[in-house]
Nanobody
Framework: QEQLIESGGGLVQAGGSLKLSCEVHGRTFSTLRMGWFRQAPGKHRETVADINWNGDSAYYASSVKGRFTISVDNTKNTVHLEMNNLKPEDTAVYHC????????????WGQGTQVTVSS
């Protein structure tokens, strides 16, 4: 089991950028997959992006493709989500999560970090 600690959220104007980080504490292994999710008030949680621990296989939601980049820093056991050209509709609490590559259920979750984009 991994403990996940997010950081980097905040308030930014539309068109601005933020970089979220997720520190992974505990056992890491090459078959771990990491994901970023977000949930806005009154809306369902949605997948933003996910990536394998080797960093060579990533998925992006269509709403963020071309604006967000997910990456893994294996040396620091950290997963980043770089967000550019932010829009008000990106406002949400962002969580990182972990699962085994061969499983479909995300089992470990961070506490979340608030991202607010003003128009």
């Amino acid at each position: 089991q991994e403990q996940l600690i997010e950081s980097g959220g905040g308030l930014v104007q539309a068109g601005g950028s933020l970089k979220l980080s997720c520190e992974v504490h505990g056992r890491t292994f090459s078959t771990l997959r990491m994901g970023w999710f977000r949930q806005a008030p009154g809306k369902h949680r949605e997948t933003v992006a996910d990536i394998n621990w080797n960093g060579d296989s990533a998925y992006y939601a269509s709403s963020v493709k071309g604006r967000f980049t997910i990456s893994v820093d294996n040396t620091k056991n950290t997963v980043h989500l770089e967000m550019n050209n932010l829009k008000p509709e990106d406002t949400a609490v962002y969580h990182c999560a972990a699962r085994a590559e061969y499983r479909s259920t995300w089992v470990d979750w961070g506490q979340g970090t608030q991202v607010t984009v003003s128009s």
